[in-house]
């Protein structure tokens, strides 16, 4: 055991030394404030009244049919609902709850990076609600992409700053929130979005997004028994280590995480970190990158802007090499075409990275059933909506 801050061999802090004094502060913050009833009772309050918690499940009967038509495969298919919550994702569970440490903290700004914008959303939501002043880095291609958040952000109060440096994308936002974040320090509290970076940020947004399974799991049981698949989309991943922490003791019930494979596995433009990755670090931690044959991290693709990371999450990587999860991935057009099914088999717009997990869904179902000899439970954390991605959707062919 490496100690604090690991997932076996994974996570750690590799930071510039300016950095380390603000992670432990970040650290004991996380241990001695974030569990006493008084914060906990007025996050759960929030999360109750103004996120819109617990999100309900929801059985989606057309769509397990349109996957499989026999039955043969699913016996069940229930929806998690993430694009429920307030903002229309997950995101809002971790940055409300990180703003309200902020400001036990004494912190008087707030930054944050965003790929999709929907963090980026929930973090200027969170920042707005709670009277702190707010900017988000976002890669100049993802803000091309995701025009409607980026005027979300805007209308809330927040400056999103556009990264013009490599990619154009999620890594780039994030190593210029890191650059903000060294030379601000003293004043400025980093929200980060997903389940990475240095340690402490991976157990934090772990313990803040843990409430998406622990809700899920408290309602299969409700419904009389506990699913056999659980189903997540994972870029950095943290709706997908939200949904698996509770389930994660379970022994009997199969993790499975989506990545993006983009335009293929055997071509260089995919985000499919878990799958084609090595052992490195990537901002602050020890996990699986997407890199060459010198270490130099390679530009991840994917259709999804909150996927299009060359990272993962440590505890991912964990789950990967002792074999508790099981990752696979599907392309943008396998993503593009389950947006389109679930629109139009449950009346729900889902967003481009909650795709995957669906595009996904029927191969998982058939090794499941196949390897309990009957159909199958599934369960899948809808992690978000789709307005954000209408037209690429459209542009698609998603309204023919």
């Known amino acids: 055991m490496l100690g604090a801050g690991y997932f076996g061999p994974f996570g750690g802090r590799f930071v510039a030394e300016t950095l380390v004094p603000a992670l432990e502060e970040l650290d004991r913050a996380r241990q001695d404030v974030l569990p006493t ?146 030379t601000n320090v003293r004043t400025t509290y980093y929200c980060v979005g997903s389940a990475a970076g240095p340690h402490p940020y991976p157990t934090l947004v772990a313990s803040l997004q843990r409430i998406i399974g622990d809700e899920a799991r408290a309602s299969c049981l409700d419904r009389g028994a506990l699913p056999d698949a659980v189903v997540a989309c994972v870029g950095g991943g943290s709706n997908a280590i939200g949904i698996f ?39 602050g931690a020890k996990t699986y990158v997407l890199c060459d044959d010198a270490g130099q991290v390679i530009e991840a693709h994917s259709v999804s802007a909150g996927l299009d990371y060359p990272g993962v999450g440590p505890e991912h990587a964990r789950l990967r090499d002792t074999g508790r999860a099981t990752y696979v991935s599907a392309t943008d057009t396998e993503a593009l075409d389950a947006a389109r099914e679930v629109a139009r088999a449950e009346g729900i717009v889902v967003a481009l990275e909650t795709a995957h997990a669906f595009a996904a869904l029927g191969a998982i179902a058939r090794r499941e059933a196949e390897a309990r000899g009957r159909p199958a439970r599934m369960l899948v954390c809808l992690s978000g909506r789709g307005d954000k991605d209408l037209d690429t959707i459209t542009a698609y062919g998603g309204g023919k």
């Open 37 to 182: 009833p008084a914060f906990q009772g007025e996050l759960h309050e929030l999360l109750r009244s103004y996120v819109g918690r617990p999100t309900p499940l929801t059985e989606a009967k057309r769509l397990a049919r349109r996957i499989d038509p026999d039955g043969d495969a699913i016996a069940e298919l229930l929806l998690k609902r993430e694009d429920l919550c307030h903002t229309g994702a997950h995101k809002i569970n971790n940055a409300l709850g990180q703003l309200l440490l902020a400001k036990a903290m004494g912190k008087t700004r707030i930054i944050a990076e965003t790929g999709a914008g929907q963090h980026g959303v929930a973090t200027a939501t969170a920042a707005a609600l709670l009277g702190l002043p707010c900017e988000v880095y976002q890669g100049a291609l993802d803000m091309e992409r995701q025009a409607p958040n980026v005027a979300r952000m805007r209308l809330l109060g927040a400056r999103v700053v556009p990264v013009e440096s490599g990619s154009r994308t999620l890594k780039d936002a994030m190593n210029e929130a890191l650059r903000d974040w060294v």
């Open 245 to 283: 922490k509770a389930f994660e003791g379970d022994t009997s019930v199969s993790l499975y995480g989506v990545e993006a494979a983009g335009l293929g596995l055997d071509t260089d433009k995919h985000a499919a970190t878990l799958s084609r990755g090595r052992v490195g670090v990537l901002h």
